[in-house]
């Protein structure tokens, strides 16, 4: 079942979550929809994503302690490791969206490569069979946190990073159609985008000109749903964002 909420001058902050079956018991999971004005979609959007995050760290958390319930007596010493590792990846969440594309030096790499590691724990546990959307959301997540990776790294590992980025929006964009949650699309589409321009800048030759035609592509496709006239702030943005990936095209494919 698809929820179509209509507001006039507010926006859904949590349109992940409104596209759902329908419960054999309504009052099992109730559903909380979030409106906020449109200007400040970005911005709670995160909190909204962060909260997220957190409720699959804890969900990892207490997976893993069944399994050492299960494997062996679970001391206090063992339970108190688990504790803090849950609560250090909570900290890394919040923080890698707020601080990790800009916080300089060793801190800044350590709490990005945290942040992965948290994801990818995640994904363990929530599967796209089982949890499509919340499955998505995370690899949304993985992306982003891989890119800020790729943008600090550089050489080998730092061209992997993007590597892994860009495969990691298209997985979330195999479950986040245009259909269900436009907006959503378009941002992972905006991100994925700027993945694959990085990419070509570290690239050369062929590859790099394939790289910045499927950028290009992929803002178009954001643009789809940015209108001027419905998102003019993220209209402005994403095409900014491709008219500079578009001259960088233009530059590869230029006779010598």
Known sequence: MQLVVNQEGYVV???????????????????????????????????????K??????????????ELEVTQPATAT???KLQQERDQAKANAEKAADQGTR???????????????????ALEVYSREQRPQDWATIQYDL?????????RT????????????VAAFRSALEVITREQLPQDRAATQNDLGAALKEQALRAGGAQATDLLAQAVAAYRRALEVYTPEGFPAYHARVEANLARAEDLLEEATAPP
């Open 13 to 51: 902050v949590n349109d992940v979550q409104l596209d759902l079956p329908l419960p054999a018991d309504p009052d099992a999971r109730p559903l909380q929809i979030i409106l906020c004005k449109e200007a400040d979609r970005e911005e709670m959007a995160r909190r909204f994503y962060q909260l």
């Open 103 to 121: 916080t300089g030096g060793s801190q800044g790499d350590d709490l990005l490569a945290q942040a992965v590691a948290a994801y990818r724990g």
């Open 154 to 165: 550089g050489g080998i590992q730092g061209a992997e990073r993007l590597a892994q980025a």
């Open 53 to 66: 995050s957190f409720e699959v760290v804890e969900e990892t958390y207490q997976r893993r302690v069944k």
């Open 78 to 80: 063992t339970v108190s």
């Open 143 to 151: 992306g982003i946190a891989l890119h800020a990776e790729g943008l």
